[in-house]
């Protein structure tokens, strides 16, 4: 095997759906060019112990190096003691930042030996941003990999603008009832989908102090597709205080996970129903609902009289943002009887191995909480979307797919869930959800447009295609860095 030149440290955020999309990039990165080697620094997420999910996920990375990927282990920081004073979001930072000295020591042997590669550039997941000053240490140039979407940075970046050079009351305006231009969307934008983070002081100030070095990067790599979200993506490649943004997009793990013995009896229910007659509802590892509104969803699916798959998932009490876990007995929450009267249409469920599911023939329709992954494997799918966004910046993902690109119908675009005091949340009608999924289903001009979008999300990453084209020449580009 020829040696690689060129090699290129991953950092991605502490967090399984940041590690994963990262290894997928950096499996097509190697692919594309025998030139590339990627070494993976890998941040264990805070308090993670010794056999959970996470754990055992990196373990089996470091373990299984891939060609010329390998991957380490930075060792384990303790949480900063900021909690209280800072605030998740920016002890979160804190946290992260805590682990530059791990990464500039690892950098500083690899550079030292001799013979190795040299180090072509980093690059940072958006939560990493801290890591340009180590990058910047080593003359070696940072490029960001933004795990969601083009409108979502151009959102992100214009709240920078307006803060640092409008000087405008971000919490001000967002918590006010108004719509605003902002580059990267067609229409205005309403602040009742702006995400929660711009809601609150330390939130903000996170936000903007990354928008600020997003720009000193040497170039953000998007998971999205130029066909997708053409406006959003010219937009920012005519801004000269953007760096270049190369969409590389749609970057999916399709390979079949470890299929636990429950997938299988899904996908055997799912064999034995009508093509595109089932509409799943999942929303993400963190989604979960309180009993009332679990029950709303209940009646809904049933008055709706369509077939469905629900992955039905409770979060643990008292936790903020958490891992959910499956019930015992979904029964306990559900409506009496519920069960038993759906049982020749409708089946529920724990976990789902959502690409599969969304893979499968039978499945016409997603309820979706709207993270950018989700959204990605639906259109690769062809499967239409029902918007439910819980957290994060997913109602401005609702947003864009709804009025923006007309690529999805509403359940509703500004749900939140309150986690701070779920007495505000609001609850959603039984009425509004079966008229989402009645549209969902029945509504064939989406579904039209989204067949055709995911032929061109196919197509797109294929040779000829343009985020075929955005990784080649992103590959020139670290090629260029070492010589």
């Known amino acids: 095997m020829a040696h690689s030149l060129a090699e290129l440290v991953f950092i991605p955020a502490p967090g399984v759906g940041h590690i994963m999309s990262t290894i997928e990039i950096a499996k097509l990165f190697v692919s594309r060019d025998h030139r590339l080697s990627v070494t993976v620094l890998i941040i264990k997420p805070p308090g993670s112990s010794s056999g959970s999910a996470i754990t055992t996920y990196i373990e089996s990375l470091a373990k299984d190096n891939m060609d010329r990927i390998s991957f380490i282990e930075l060792p384990q920081n303790e949480i900063p003691k900021t909690v209280a004073s800072k605030g998740q979001?920016?002890?979160?930072?804190?946290?992260?930042?805590?682990?530059?000295?791990?990464?500039?020591?690892?950098?500083?042997?690899?550079?030292?030996?001799?013979?190795?590669?040299?180090?072509?550039?980093?690059?940072?997941?958006?939560?990493?941003?801290?890591?340009?000053?180590?990058?910047?240490?080593?003359?070696?140039?940072?490029?960001?990999?933004?795990?969601?979407?083009?409108?979502?940075?151009?959102?992100?970046?214009?709240?920078?603008?307006?803060?640092d050079d409008q000087n405008q009351d971000i919490i001000q305006l967002s918590l006010s009832d108004t719509e605003i231009p902002v580059p990267g969307f067609v229409k205005p934008v309403p602040t009742k989908v702006f995400p929660t983070v711009v809601q609150n002081k330390e939130t903000v100030d996170v936000m903007v102090s990354t928008g600020r070095r997003l720009r000193e990067v040497k170039a953000i790599i998007v998971n999205s597709f130029l066909e997708l979200e053409t406006h959003a993506v010219e937009s920012l490649s005519s801004d000269n205080t953007v760096p270049l943004v190369y969409p590389v997009g749609p970057i999916l793990n399709l390979e079949r996970g470890s299929s636990k013995p429950s997938d299988d009896n899904i996908i055997r229910w799912l064999d034995n129903q009508p093509p595109s007659s089932v509409v799943f509802l999942c929303f993400g590892s963190m989604g979960s609902f309180d009993e009332v509104q679990v029950k709303e969803i209940a009646y809904a699916l049933e008055q709706s009289g369509h077939r469905f798959l629900w992955s039905?998932?409770?979060?643990?009490?008292?936790?903020?943002s958490t891992i959910t876990s499956d019930y015992e007995d979904p029964g306990v929450v559900l409506p009496e009887g519920f069960l038993e009267r759906t049982s020749e249409k409708g089946k529920v469920i724990g976990w789902a191995p959502q690409v599969e599911v969304l893979a499968h023939r039978a499945v016409g329709g997603f309820v979706s909480h709207c993270g950018w992954n989700s959204l990605l494997e639906s259109l690769w799918f062809g499967v239409p979307v029902a918007t439910w966004p819980l957290s994060a910046e997913q109602q401005l993902n609702a947003f864009e797919m709804v009025v923006e690109l007309g690529l999805a119908v509403e359940i509703k675009l500004d749900f939140k869930k309150c986690v701070f005091n779920p007495k505000e949340t609001i609850l959603i009608k039984k009425e509004e959800i079966e008229s989402g999924i009645r549209r969902l289903m029945e509504d064939d001009s989406v579904r039209t447009k989204v067949k055709k979008i995911s032929e061109k999300s196919r197509s797109t990453v294929v040779e000829g295609g343009s985020s075929y084209a955005s990784v080649g020449s992103l590959i020139q580009d670290f090629i260029r860095n070492i010589s």
């Open 89 to 163: 979001l920016q002890t979160f930072m804190d946290f992260v930042q805590n682990h530059c000295i791990h990464v500039r020591n690892i950098v500083a042997d690899k550079i030292s030996r001799p013979g190795s590669s040299r180090v072509a550039g980093f690059v940072i997941d958006m939560f990493c941003t801290c890591m340009i000053d180590v990058a910047n240490e080593f003359n070696v140039p940072t490029y960001v990999f933004f795990t969601s979407n083009a409108a979502f940075l151009g959102f992100q970046l214009h709240i920078q603008t307006l803060s």
């Open 312 to 320: 039905l998932r409770k979060g643990a009490p008292g936790m903020i």
